[in-house]
């Protein structure tokens, strides 16, 4: 089972730049796409953006698409979450996930999708 632990967040301001990032406990990471998911008080977890294994396809929500890129880098165990132009609705805690198939040909956009998780990350935004 793959261990996730998140890291980068915390105060920004609107308009700032914030870069999450995820590390895996081991080599496994590679095989398995991996994604971001937010989640605010009260409200459902969404899907923020994901990567396949290979970094070769990646995917947005409408949301943040243009301003967000997520990356991976397979020889460090770890995937990232540039974050441009934040606004205050980006508010939330940020969870990376692994997908729960191997190798599979789209990252997943459902949690269902997922089964690994982290703890989380709180990102904060002011405006």
């Known amino acids: 089972q793959v261990q996730l632990v998140e890291s980068g967040g915390g105060l920004a301001q609107a308009g700032d730049s914030l870069r999450l990032s995820c590390a895996a406990s081991?080599?496994?990471?590679?095989?398995?796409?991996m994604g971001w998911f937010r989640q605010v008080p009260g409200k459902e977890r969404e899907f923020v953006a994901a990567?396949?294994?290979?970094?070769?396809?990646?995917v947005y929500a409408d949301s943040v698409k243009g301003r967000f890129t997520i990356s991976r880098d397979n020889s460090k165990y770890t995937v990232y979450l540039q974050m441009n132009t934040l606004k205050p609705e980006d508010t939330a805690v940020y969870y990376c996930?692994?997908?729960?198939?191997?190798?599979?040909?789209?990252?997943?956009?459902?949690?269902?999708?997922?089964?690994?998780w982290g703890q989380g990350t709180q990102v904060t935004v002011s405006s």
């Open positions: 996930a692994s997908q729960n198939i191997r190798w599979a040909t789209r990252p997943g956009v459902y949690q269902h999708d997922y089964v690994n």
């Open positions: 081991g080599p496994t990471f590679s095989n398995y796409g």
């Open positions: 990567v396949s294994w290979n970094g070769g396809s990646t």
